[in-house]
Nanobody, 116 residues
Framework: LRLVESGGGLVQPGGSLRLSCLVS???????????MGWYRQAPGKQRELVAD???????TYADSVKGRFTISRDNSKKKVFLQMNSLELDDTAVYYC????????WGQGTQVTVSS
């Protein structure tokens, strides 16, 4: 299995981006039980979990992104998404996805840069 993140880019404060994470090599029955999360790592900081979604689609968010980010999943496509609205300068980071319970090798991540 391989994690493939995409959708990052350069955006102004207040803008939006939608990140995608494909669990390549998985099938529906493998992926659907996964408890998936989106993490981010800013320069000089540790990687942090910002949002996660269980197999039952229960979601949890870090306080810093609550009300601005929305995590979702499409099991048929083996994908997890992160809709990011009202982006702030502090959201600048490389964003990664992973399985919280049985972590896979980290993907390359996708760079999100919020700058005016």
């Amino acid at each position: 299995l391989r994690l493939v993140e995409s959708g990052g880019g350069l955006v102004q404060p207040g803008g939006s981006l939608r990140l995608s994470c494909l669990v390549s090599g998985s099938i529906f029955s493998t992926f659907s039980p996964f408890h998936m999360g989106w993490y981010r790592q800013a320069p000089g900081k540790q990687r942090e979990l910002v949002a996660d979604i269980t197999s039952g689609r229960t979601t949890t968010y870090a306080d810093s992104v609550k009300g601005r980010f929305t995590i979702s999943r499409d099991n048929s496509k083996k994908k997890v998404f992160l809709q990011m609205n009202s982006l702030e300068l502090d959201d600048t980071a490389v964003y990664y996805c992973n399985n919280l319970q049985q972590p896979l090798s980290w993907g390359q991540g996708t760079q999100v840069t919020v700058s005016s």
